[in-house]
């Protein structure tokens, strides 16, 4: 079973406080008395916990990030571990929880952790982030071609979006749905209401498509790029219909807690081993980047603010 909750939490959005304690032995004498728990005998180093939100193959997941688990280890001299979420919530519940010090999360999961978490840091993000896009799809059974305008015959046709937590496979979606067709939400504009792929991720989107489970989806532009390549079935049974504007979406948030349980400073190291992280290398495979950039919370304003005005948070 996993060693977690060694750390105190705090947060903003819960009415308790989980108090949880660092594994040593809680004997103490004079020579131990004013030792860290790193330092004291026998005591157990703390352990340095990542999550992410699931939004490629689920079995796939755990063997990338435990390659950045373990160049994490490397750079910064304490054991990081992969701890798997099985969907936006539970990557979101996990941080919030203090189970996990830091989650690669999609926009706005990012924003929905750091609003339960006072203090709480968005620290880095991949290169392309603060201009990510989303895909429209169709099942090359729908007759629908590529387009510069937004595919509004779409609205006639079954449709799914990813998870109902996606900043590219929902949440910005909706908004550019809603941007074009009068501010009508999907829901009623849709002649049937659309669905959602509940695990599975931006994959399990493309392939409802592909099966013409349903006849058009919405998805992020990196994965339905990277399958058309690796993917004969996405490749042969779909087609990209529309690209939207740019937004910014995915970024790592660190717990504020990772601070006490590592020492003053720690947040920065981290964000200097992700920067650091060599091109072409299994820590960037992991999210599918080539190559990461610091960030702030503040990158995130306009995700948050979309959600709210979608009624997807509250402030």
């Known amino acids: 079973m996993l060693k977690r909750h060694f750390f105190r939490v705090g947060l903003a959005a819960v009415t308790t406080l989980a108090l949880v304690g660092c594994g040593g032995d809680p004997s103490t004498t004079d020579s131990n008395e004013s030792a860290s728990p790193e330092e004291a005998p026998g005591a157990e180093s703390p352990t340095f916990y990542i999550s992410a939100i699931p939004d490629e ?90 387009a510069a305008d937004f595919p509004a015959a779409i609205k006639d046709m079954t449709f799914t979006f990813g998870s ?85 979406d995915y970024n790592f948030t660190i717990h504020p807690d990772a601070e006490a349980a590592f020492g003053a400073g720690f947040a920065q190291k981290v964000q200097t081993a992700l920067i650091e992280a060599p091109a072409g290398s299994d820590a960037l495979k992991a999210i599918n980047r080539e190559s990461i950039i610091s960030a702030k919370n503040e990158d995130f304003d306009g995700i948050k603010t979309t959600a709210i005005q979608m009624g997807l948070i509250e402030e």
């Open 57 to 146: 193959k689920i079995t796939d997941q755990k063997a990338k990030f435990d390659k950045l688990a373990a160049y994490l280890t490397e750079k910064l001299g304490v054991e990081a571990e992969f701890v798997f979420s099985k969907d936006y919530a539970d990557s979101v519940t996990k941080f919030s929880n203090g189970e996990v010090h830091l989650v690669w999360f999609g926009g706005l999961s990012g924003v929905q952790a750091r609003m339960a978490v006072e203090g709480a840091q968005a620290i880095a993000q991949g290169k392309a982030d603060p201009q990510y896009k989303s895909y429209f799809i169709a099942n090359k059974d729908a007759g629908l071609s590529p």
């Open 164 to 248: 109902p937590g996606s900043t590219s496979g929902r949440l910005m979606p909706t908004f550019f749905i809603m941007e074009n067709n009068g501010g009508v939400h999907p829901d009623e504009w849709f002649a049937e209401k659309p669905g959602f792929q509940m695990s599975g991720g931006h994959v399990a989107t493309a392939n409802a498509v592909a099966d013409g489970t349903y006849q058009t989806g919405a998805l992020n532009y990196k994965t339905y790029d990277s399958l058309v390549e690796s993917d004969p079935k996405i490749a042969e049974n779909t087609v990209k219909i529309w690209t939207t504007p740019f937004y910014a």
